[in-house]
């Protein structure tokens, strides 16, 4: 099974990766973990996979292409793990995700010299990510030690917003606390927010804090979008406490 993660949107670039899969290995199952990731958020990636990698089963090759860097000296990287496979730029991405695995082989994907400079998905990593599909792993690149390192920032009560989801609710990477009430502090400005075990609990055109489905607070507008309201982007430190 490949899985494909990718800031590519509803666009034919997503279709073209598919084709090269399945040119190389014809009988695997292709699944869309999400192609709608803001672009070129690595942020925003990272948290993903980070959070929904384990529910595959195990030998699943994930193919992620939130690459900024496309074109550039930037390397290309396969990771094995005990139980997963992970191809993607060296740009950070698979970092959260790895660390919490046992990483058992690295290997730099070589970049041919007639790839396109601005889509890798289709000429680099489509390709590995179906020969390690196929079972090759070791044949994809040649051995390296380290990656690159992202690591999502928190610090006590403050963090990041990780991602704003297409309801417009605000993602962050901080656990909630057993209050009724917190202080926000984002985009230097201050709130007071209700905390609200579910949607409908919240008032009309009240923005509220709820815990989303990775255990980590969020930011929403019941029946509305709270990012319209707050206007904030992945990546912004907010402090909630």
């Known amino acids: 099974m490949i899985v494909l993660l990718t800031d590519f949107g509803q666009s034919e670039y997503v279709g073209v990766m598919k084709a090269v899969i399945y040119s190389i290995a014809g009988q695997t199952k292709i699944v869309d973990l999400c192609h709608s ?14 959070n929904n990698y384990k ?5 699943t090759t994930f193919c992620c292409v939130v690459d900024p860097g496309v074109g550039t000296e930037r390397k290309a990287v396969g990771v094995k793990t005990e139980e997963y496979y992970f191809v993607g730029p060296d740009n950070g991405l698979l970092w ?6 046992k990483i058992i082989d690295i290997r730099q994907i070589p970049v041919p010299k007639n790839a ?3 889509f890798h998905g289709r000429d680099v990593f489509a390709k590995a990510a179906a020969n390690i599909d196929a079972g090759n792993f070791e044949n994809i690149g040649e051995k ?16 990041i917003v990780v991602r704003i989801d297409r309801f417009g609710n ?8 057993n209050k009724d009430k917190y202080s926000v502090e984002i985009a230097e400005k201050e ?16 923005l509220f804090l709820i815990e989303g489905s990775n255990n980590t607070l969020e930011i929403s507008l019941r029946n509305g979008n709270a990012n319209r309201k707050l206007k904030v982007e992945t990546g912004e430190k907010i402090k909630i406490s």
């Open 96 to 101: 959260e995700t790895l660390d919490e695995q």
């Open 191 to 206: 709130y007071t927010m209700r905390y609200c075990p579910n949607y409908h609990t919240a008032k009309e055109d009240e």
């Open 170 to 177: 605000i993602v962050t990477n901080l656990t909630k606390q």
């Open 116 to 118: 396109s400079r601005t």
């Open 37 to 50: 990731i803001s672009p070129q958020s690595i942020i925003e990636a990272s948290w993903l996979l980070k």
């Open 144 to 159: 390296i030690s380290e990656i690159e390192k992202l690591e999502l920032y928190q610090k006590d009560r403050e963090g």
């Open 55 to 59: 529910y595959f089963p195990k030998g």
